[in-house]
């Protein structure tokens, strides 16, 4: 009974902090929406809001989102280790079972896939899009290949290096904004001196990487998978 006493008013001090906690929120939200607005462009040099947060005034928080990808990919390949060797991860479905029409139509979507994902990364700064969506997208294209060729060879472990690379380069390209502007994980060009294309250089690099690592990530675990389900 006591100890029913005790959760019951651990769970109304919870909730009271979370709902005064919320409201402030909401107030913050209220204020910084306008602010976003008013300044968003002239700062970051971003015309699509999500992508000035996303990559100046809150990059903390996604290149931890990248590492938590990192990590998670990590995690996975430990988890799915064989203790033999596999030569290849051949996609579930048999080359001489699945339809021609589908291997063919695969194909043609293909470079489609690819083409829009690169789009989805490069103008993610002006239009919806960006790093995590145009990398999901290029992801899902290299995928199609094992239904195109089921024999198809994948190194994870180097797949695995160049992604940790990428991840320590993204690091260090928003860490140099410290040697220009004083501050960690913003814009490195000052929108005191740049104008807004020159401000853009750096966030179409940041996508760029970024797309490339969630797309190697993502490839990462889907051939992981495989490999288990074998």
């Known amino acids: 009974m006591i100890r029913?006493?005790?959760?019951?008013?651990?769970?109304?001090?919870?909730?009271?902090?979370?709902?005064?906690?919320?409201?402030?929120?909401?107030?913050?939200?209220?204020?910084?929406?306008?602010?976003?607005?008013?300044?968003?462009?002239?700062?970051?040099?971003?015309?699509?809001?999500?992508t000035s947060i996303l990559l100046d005034y809150r990059l903390f928080d996604s290149l931890f989102e990248a590492g938590i990808l990192l990590i998670a990919v990590s995690g996975i390949i430990w988890i799915s280790k064989h203790e033999i060797e596999e030569?290849?991860?051949?996609?579930?479905?048999?080359?001489?079972?699945?339809?021609?029409?589908f291997v063919t139509f695969s194909r043609l979507v293909y470079p489609l896939?690819?083409?829009?994902?690169?789009?989805?990364?490069?103008?993610g700064h002006v239009s919806p899009g960006g790093g995590f969506q145009g990398g999901a997208i290029v992801a899902t294209a290299i995928l199609i290949l094992y239904y195109i060729d089921a024999e198809k060879e994948t190194?994870?472990?180097?797949?695995?290096?160049?992604?940790k690379y990428l991840y320590l380069t993204i690091l260090v390209i928003a860490s140099l904004s410290f040697f220009t502007r004083g501050t960690f994980f913003t814009n490195i060009f000052d929108p005191g001196t740049f104008d807004t294309g020159t401000q853009s250089i750096y966030l179409i690099v940041l996508n760029?990487?970024?797309?490339?690592?969630?797309?190697?990530?993502?490839?990462?675990?889907?051939t992981a998978f495989l490999k288990e389900g074998r």
């Open 4 to 50: 029913n006493g005790f959760l019951l008013l651990l769970l109304l001090v919870l909730f009271s902090v979370f709902y005064f906690s919320l409201q402030d929120l909401l107030e913050f939200q209220k204020t910084s929406a306008s602010y976003f607005l008013e300044y968003g462009l002239d700062e970051t040099g971003s015309s699509n809001l999500v």
């Open 87 to 101: 030569k290849n991860a051949e996609f579930m479905i048999d080359k001489f079972k699945t339809p021609d029409l």
């Open 113 to 123: 896939m690819l083409a829009f994902g690169f789009y989805i990364i490069i103008n």
């Open 155 to 163: 190194n994870i472990k180097l797949i695995v290096t160049i992604e």
């Open 208 to 222: 760029v990487l970024v797309g490339f690592k969630v797309a190697l990530g993502l490839w990462t675990i889907f």
